[in-house]
C-alpha cells in the first residue's frame, strides 16, 4: 500500500509540475509576444521631420537609410493611406516614416522641392510622398499608391 500510495504522489508532483512549466512557459511566449508588438508600434510613428533641424533634414536626405515621407502641413495632413503604409511598412520593412513641409524653406532658403530640383506639386490637393534611400535623389510615390 505504501508503494502505491507513493507512486501516486510522485504522479501527482509530476502533473503539478507540468502545469507548472506549462503556464511559465505561456507567461514567457507573452511577454516576448507583447514586447515584440511595442516595438512594432513604436517603429510605426511618423516622425514630423522639421525645416529648421538641419542634423535630421542631413540624416534624412543625406544618410544612407530608407525614409518614406509625405509632403504636408497645416493645410494637407498625413493621409489614412500613408499612415496604413507606415504600420504595414514597420513590420515588414526596415524603413523609416516620415512628414515634411515641402513648400517650406530650408535652412539654405530654398524649398524640399528647389533644393532636389522636382517639379512643385499641390500637396495639399494631391497626396505626394517621396523615397530616399542609400544618398540617391528621392523618388517621388505615384499618387495611386
Not at 513604436?42 to 525645416?51: F, K
Not at 516614416?97 to 532658403?109: F, H, Q, T
Request: glycine share 4%; with cysteine.
Amino acid at each position: 500500500k505504501d508503494a502505491a500510495r507513493i507512486e501516486r504522489e510522485k504522479a501527482e508532483k509530476l502533473k503539478t509540475r507540468s502545469w507548472q512549466a506549462l503556464l511559465g512557459g505561456a507567461a514567457i511566449c507573452t511577454v516576448i509576444m507583447s514586447t515584440w508588438a511595442l516595438f512594432t508600434i513604436s517603429r510605426a510613428t511618423i516622425q514630423t521631420v522639421h525645416l529648421n533641424d538641419e542634423s535630421k533634414l542631413k540624416e534624412v536626405f543625406f544618410g544612407g537609410e530608407p525614409w518614406l515621407l509625405q509632403c504636408s502641413n497645416e493645410n494637407a495632413t498625413v493621409t489614412d493611406a500613408f499612415a496604413s503604409a507606415a504600420r504595414k511598412l514597420s513590420v515588414t520593412a526596415a524603413i523609416n516614416v516620415g512628414a515634411i513641409d515641402c513648400a517650406g524653406k530650408l535652412p539654405s532658403n530654398r524649398t524640399f522641392f528647389q533644393r532636389f530640383k522636382l517639379p512643385p506639386v499641390n500637396f495639399t490637393q494631391t497626396p505626394t510622398g517621396y523615397l530616399f534611400a542609400n544618398t540617391d535623389s528621392p523618388l517621388q510615390i505615384p499618387d495611386k499608391w
